[in-house]
């Protein structure tokens, strides 16, 4: 992993800044101190805490926060409220508990998980709601925690992190560590996601080639667990190797959300101080074609091209990391075909490599379309609506996934298009994306994230508008997804080039045996030769098996 130095000077800014630490300062490699007098302009002392935040609600250490619980009303059916929190992300969803509770503090979801357990409700709990399936709206879940209150960033100095807690959105997060301290992390390009389960499931983005997956920068998390007792308490684990509770920081360096309790602060830092330096602008190269031109032996060299160049361009310390590219080809009847890649645009001769990825890509064919333009970063990262699926008011979509370790084979390449032009998808795509890089630069035990060698994840999806075509879409991209990966069983078994899957992009038909008919569990394509020991730290953790759903880990 690389060193990150040179960043900016650390303050505390805007209308969102409440409180700034008794000595300043910066997580180490990260910038040059700041004298107190800075800290105390920007946003005024609270000298017994060390913590600067930044965000719509105030955070201090667990032990300054201990008896700050406050009123936690319950939210039931018939309620506006009620129904105006009730929905995620994905419209195909919608739950029915008999409670909804809003929390604003750690020691509020220790309360209201220990009410919920002690009354004998099943427990989800959602931050920013874009869980792919119906962990947060199963008809089981009896209590909804809803942490979007619980939304503060900041830096600790106590601990020498920065931190996040679950209900920031990934845009409060780039926003707030970029103009209050000059650095980033590598997370996902849609700022409306929630931290709290992006993170927990590894979180990955346009700057993970250069600097791996956001868990490689977790320093610690407080996480409410529930004991054999049936009590819910806080506790903290850090990477730390005398830390007692390290497995349970591990188990959060990409085993998901929903697993072993419920996240109510992440600390971020560096193993070499610090975190990445953000990016001053961002330059973005795409390319059009049209489906026009296209038969099914160009399809597959397009395909393979993009893989190619993943192929040979992927080392941990390759020049070419600091590019990410996104290949996106629409169903026939979507027209269009989009290249997309994304870099800081202050790297040495970026545009000649970004010139030479995008020429090697589009071999033999004839853009409709092309544009490259710098924005500055934040901008790209924190706009409202980008890379969000669907329609703002009516969005239902099925996603599956797969890593890649290397091109799609021929006999994929087929699958691919001959769904890609049949009847029925037209709302539907299927997206290559760029990894690899620093995130193939730590070893598969150091984290929860098993694959490590793969250069690409494979995206499929549908994205649809009404309730009646859910039939339709879902057949679409379940064949779609079987057919591409008929030789192992319908899903993306581990070998030569399949690495199983992401499991941010859940997927509950890994766990139906109607489409999965491989000998390999849906817990296994996702943790790998990890999920023993997740199973270990579940059972440890998570005794009663209080957070649970259709892909949780199960205890060993």
Known sequence: MK????????????????????????????????????????????????????????????????????????????????????????????????????????????RAVDEAVRAGRRVAVRSGGHCFEDFTASAEVRSLIDLNALNAVGYDERRKAFFVEPGATLGQVYRV??????VT????????????????????????RRYGAVVDHLYGVEVVVVGRDGRARLVTATREAGDPNRELWWAHTGGGG????????????????????????????????????????????????????????????????GLYGVLEVKHQAGGVVMLSVQADADLPGIDGLMDEMVSEVGEGLTPVFELRKAVPWLHKMTWPGTGEPGDVLTRRYKIKAGYLKKAFTDAQCTALWRNLTKDGGAQGSVLLIGYGGQANAVQPQD??????????????????????????????????????????????????????????????????????????????????????????????????????????????
């Open 3 to 110: 060193d990150f130095g040179g960043g900016r000077a650390a303050r505390a800014t805007g209308a969102g800044a409440r409180e700034a630490g008794a000595n300043g300062g910066l997580a180490g490699g990260v910038g040059g101190r700041v004298s107190r007098r800075a800290l105390l302009a920007g946003a005024g002392a609270v000298a017994a805490t060390g913590v600067v935040v930044q965000g719509q609600a105030a955070a201090q250490p667990s032990a300054a926060r201990a008896g700050q619980a406050g009123s936690l009303p319950r939210i039931v059916p018939g309620e506006a409220r009620y129904e105006n929190l009730l929905r995620g992300n994905n419209f195909r969803f919608v739950g029915q508990p008999d409670e909804i509770r809003v929390v604003t503090s750690a020691e509020q979801v220790v």
């Open 177 to 182: 560590l970029g103009a209050g301290w000059g």
């Open 185 to 208: 992390v590598p997370g996902g390009g849609c700022p409306e996601v929630g931290a709290g389960g992006h993170f927990a499931g590894g979180g990955y983005g346009p700057l993970s």
């Open 258 to 321: 929903g697993n072993f309790g419920v996240v109510t602060r992440y600390w971020l830092r560096s193993p070499q101080g610090g975190l990445p330096p953000l990016p001053q602008a961002m330059v973005q190269h795409v390319t059009f074609w049209d489906w026009g031109q296209l038969s099914e032996e160009k399809l597959t060299r397009l395909l393979k091209n993009f893989g190619g160049w993943h192929e040979r361009n992927s080392a941990p310390d390759t020049p070419h990391n």
């Open 447 to 556: 984290t929860a994230i098993a694959q490590r060698d793969v250069v690409m994840k494979a995206v499929y999806q549908a994205v649809w508008s009404e309730e009646q075509e859910d039939a339709g879409n879902l057949a679409w991209v379940r064949g779609l997804y079987r057919d591409v990966y008929a030789e192992t069983g319908g899903v993306p078994v581990p070998n030569d080039v399949n690495d199983g899957s992401y499991i941010n992009y859940a997927d509950a038909d890994l766990a139906d045996p109607k489409w999965n008919t491989s000998t390999t569990t849906a817990q296994t394509l996702y943790y790998k030769e990890n999920y023993p020991r997740l199973q270990r730290i579940k059972a440890k953790w998570d005794p009663r098996t209080v957070f649970r759903h259709s892909l949780s880990i199960q205890p060993g």
